[in-house]
């Protein structure tokens, strides 16, 4: 039986790998080896890997690709993307030179507003802590000079601080709600110091306010922390052409392919069940550059989401009209993205990733992933409305089949010959590969 393990990040790599295999899988010398064979023969870039978390026994690859051709506000990028699924880069490429060839992208911030805030209980007059709150927000600014001071001469900082009164949900529940321009950084560090700095503030102050009649502890913290639902950090990327300048597919003509697409949107827009994956096809194309871009993509994905259903319904984040013969599609996404901070100075791949992005600031780093967003889910939809999804689908998918029934590469290269022309199912890939290997 498995016993608990003490101390067990105090350990050295090697103790630990071993202590995992043993335990935990059924021949230990193969998952080292496995273990091992990730290691990076630099031992100074393993060590910066290892110390990028806690417990590192391993790196996990993920394939980085490149979608060239997009051009967006006129200039051309090629997009890094780290992802496992097979037909993303290719489908994002695709729709990268269609949209070339039809004027490119056209993207703009909306907004790039961060909150943070700090939650806490009162429990006397709503009044007193309005009138305290008055007195507290010129001290809990000065408090935090030192923080804001280098965040400030860059032009950013704190933006407002507000007091909520939260009690018609939770007895006794108030907020100091705080917005910030983290310029660009993500933000999650400055924004959760000032916070904690703002609670011992309040604290203190409360403790000898006046108003407050000499309780000892007229407000309690809870926490203060940053908030991932960033609807005010929001950009907007479009793509238009006449309606008849798109390929005409499938037997539809450009105007009837644009009919399709506007109402693949509406159904996304109305139907949770069918926006779910929309949106998750977006997300394929944001999640990549985010993650080849050393952001957080959980940040991304939790404040993406919760905007998705910004009115009570989850919705899809791409629109789409076909107005006087004019075909419109874009996108509208929160994404509180840094390119300083975190890992981007770090990891050596993020580095080369922003720069073939030409070291964007975040606000264009913020647009250029919004149009991976809105590339993915034009090429997802347009395939869906024409000639389905699996025929791309499938044919990227057929190295996955190849490899998994290893194939060699002789094999590979006749059945991507043999599938040209043939459709890919995971069946016809076996039957057909048998049949090959059985030919003298
Ligand atoms: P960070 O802590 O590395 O701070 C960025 C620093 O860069 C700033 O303190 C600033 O001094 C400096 N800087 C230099 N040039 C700048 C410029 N032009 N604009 C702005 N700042 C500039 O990074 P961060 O952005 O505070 O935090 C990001 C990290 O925090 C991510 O790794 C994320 O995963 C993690 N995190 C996230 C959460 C969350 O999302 N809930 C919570 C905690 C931590």
Not at 7 to 21: C, D, N, Q, T, V
Not at 209 to 219: A, I, L, N, S
Not at 321 to 331: H, K, N
Request: with cysteine; hydrophobic share 40%; charged share 20%.
């Amino acid at each position: 039986m498995i016993q608990p393990v003490a101390g067990f990040s105090k350990r050295s790599k090697e103790e630990k790998i071993r202590w995992i295999a043993e335990n935990y899988t059924a021949h230990p010398e193969q998952t080292e080896a496995v273990l091992r064979q990730y290691w990076h023969s630099d031992a100074q870039l393993q060590q910066l890997h290892d110390e990028f978390i806690e417990n590192t026994i391993s790196n996990f690859y993920l394939p980085l690709g490149v979608a060239p051709n997009f051009l967006i506000n006129g200039k051309l990028y090629a997009i890094p993307m780290a992802i496992e699924e097979s037909s993303v880069v290719a489908a994002a490429s695709k729709a990268a030179k269609y949209w070339m060839e039809r004027g490119g992208f056209h993207a703009r911030v909306l907004g790039i507003e961060k909150i943070g805030q700090v939650h806490f209980t009162y429990s006397g007059e709503a009044e007193t802590l309005q009138a305290f709150m008055e007195y507290l927000r010129p001290i809990l600014l000065q408090d935090a000079a030192p923080i804001t001071g280098n965040m400030e001469k860059r032009g950013g900082g704190i933006l407002g601080l507000e007091l909520r009164d939260k009690t018609a949900d939770l007895p006794g529940y108030y907020q100091l709600h705080c917005r910030f321009d983290t310029r660009d950084a993500m933000g999650a560090n400055f924004i959760n110091s000032c916070l904690e700095q703002f609670s011992t503030t309040l604290l203190r102050e409360a403790a000898a306010y006046e108003g407050f009649k000499g309780e000892e502890k007229p407000v309690e913290v809870l926490m203060s922390i940053l908030s991932n639902y960033t609807p005010e950090c929001v950009v907007r990327a479009e793509v238009r052409c006449p309606a008849s300048d798109l390929e005409p597919e499938a037997g539809l003509s450009g105007e009837a392919v644009a009919e399709r697409l506007v109402q693949a949107v509406e159904i996304a827009n109305c139907e949770p069940f069918r926006a779910v994956t929309h949106n998750k096809g977006i997300m394929n194309g944001i999640d990549a550059v985010v993650i080849a871009t050393g952001n957080d993509f959980r940040a991304v994905e939790a404040g993406v989401h919760a905007y998705a259903a910004r009115d009570g319904r989850y919705r899809s984040l791409t629109g789409a009209s076909l107005t006087d013969g004019e075909f419109c599609f874009w996108i509208e996404v929160p994404l509180a993205l840094g390119t300083v901070g975190g890992l981007t100075s770090l990891h050596p791949l993020v580095r080369l990733g922003l720069e073939i992005l030409g070291q964007p600031s975040a606000r264009e780093l913020m647009e250029v992933v919004a149009v991976a967003g809105l590339a993915q889910n034009f090429a997802a939809i347009r395939s869906l409305v024409t000639v389905g999804i699996q025929r791309g689908h499938m044919k990227m998918h057929l190295l996955n089949i190849l490899n998994q029934m290893g194939a060699t590469p002789a094999e590979k290269e006749a059945m991507v010959e043999y599938f040209k022309t043939h459709t890919v199912t995971h069946n016809e890939v076996v039957t057909q590969l048998k049949a090959l290997r059985r030919q003298p």
